[in-house]
């Protein structure tokens, strides 16, 4: 597994954004992996994680999967959830994605899923992206830690 850059102000992977997760990635080359601890700040319901901060650990896993397949970041432009089961404060899981389309360069597709350590299912996602135009990236690449010149075309 190869570990995947972050960013500084990202709030799922951001090192430097205090309120963030400060999740890292990795990858195989075609799987995205991460590991996720909620905790207790991130409820919703009493002892139940909110489903915004479920949702935004799944959509970045597929950025991620789509940026390792395709070599370019995208936006979300669509992004469909499904909670299977709470994901309670403190309790690891554990969450997987990749890349299931490339529409022409135009659309990308992609499905994630949050398991709990036993393998038991938690929440999954499906999104589509769109990838990021070459004259948005002009800044983005001073907001990597890491070697990202892979996404970059360096």
């Not at 909620?38 to 650990?57: C, D, E, N, Y």
């Not at 959830?81 to 360069?105: C, E, H, W």
């Not at 990597?144 to 360096?154: E, H, I, M, P, R």
Request: with cysteine; net charge positive; hydrophobic share 40%.
């Amino acid at each position: 597994m190869k570990e995947l850059p972050h960013t500084h102000s990202c709030f799922v992977c951001g090192e430097s954004n205090a309120a963030g997760l400060r999740l890292r990635f990795e990858t195989n080359g075609d799987l995205v992996l991460t590991r996720f601890i909620p905790g207790p700040a991130h409820v919703g319901f009493k002892q139940t994680v909110h489903g915004g901060l479920i949702s935004a650990v799944l959509d970045e896993i597929m950025v991620w999967a789509c940026a390792v397949q395709t070599k370019q970041f995208a936006y979300c432009a669509e992004l469909k959830v499904r909670f299977l089961r709470p994901l309670r404060p403190n309790q690891t899981a554990i969450g997987s994605g990749k890349m299931t389309a490339d529409r022409r360069g135009k659309i990308f597709e992609a499905q994630s899923e949050l398991q709990d350590q036993a393998g038991a299912a938690l929440a999954t996602a499906t999104g589509k992206y769109m990838p990021v135009k070459k004259e948005d990236l002009r800044g983005l690449a001073e907001e990597f830690v890491g070697d990202a010149s892979w996404l970059f075309g360096k």
